[in-house]
């Protein structure tokens, strides 16, 4: 069992949720789950054998995804971040989880359930972390102009000599 485990609160689509992420990701699958027993499903206004929660794996990463209730909310102060090796990458991700939900800008979103995701290529921790802030300074620029992230255009900022 890992020590540290992400836990995502949703209202009542955990199930639907893992699936998505899970197909999302080359090395993900999902672990268990566990089912509303008798009394904590009384308390909970549920039924008996209700999906509780499920528990599933991104790239080595563990989550325990939870049908609890409409009392709490994700926000935007809690995201998934995911580095990506190419731009197909981001693409497919992008268009996958943005679907139903809201692009924001910068290389986040949200998905239809609410969760925020920045997606953003490997390099750009690299580019923006450059010691000649003029670089650095250009792609920050470059980056806030978007909402999903273009390599290219992220590289051919921090490249160009203005």
């Known amino acids: 069992m890992q020590k540290i485990v992400t836990f995502l609160w949703f209202n009542d689509q955990a199930k ?3 699936d998505l992420y899970v197909s999302l990701f080359e090395n993900a699958k999902i672990v268990g789950a566990s089912y509303l ?17 499920v528990d599933f794996e991104l790239n080595g990463q563990n989550f325990t995804a939870l049908n609890g209730g409409p009392m709490f909310t994700f926000s935007e102060a809690i995201s998934i971040l995911v580095y990506c090796k190419t ?33 953003v290529p490997e390099s750009l921790d690299i580019m923006m ?4 802030t003029a670089k650095a300074d250009r792609v920050g620029a470059a980056m806030l102009s978007m909402g999903k992230l273009n390599i290219r255009e992220l590289e ?4 160009s000599a203005e």
């Open 129 to 132: 972390r450059d010691p000649d």
């Open 156 to 159: 051919n900022a921090y490249n």
């Open 16 to 18: 639907e949720a893992v």
């Open 87 to 119: 731009q197909e990458e981001i693409d497919k991700l992008w268009e996958a989880l943005s679907e139903g939900g809201e692009e924001v800008s910068c290389g986040w979103l949200k998905d239809r359930f609410g969760l925020t995701w920045q997606i």
């Open 37 to 53: 027993t008798e009394s904590v499903a009384k308390a909970a206004g549920k039924n008996p054998g209700d999906l509780s929660t």
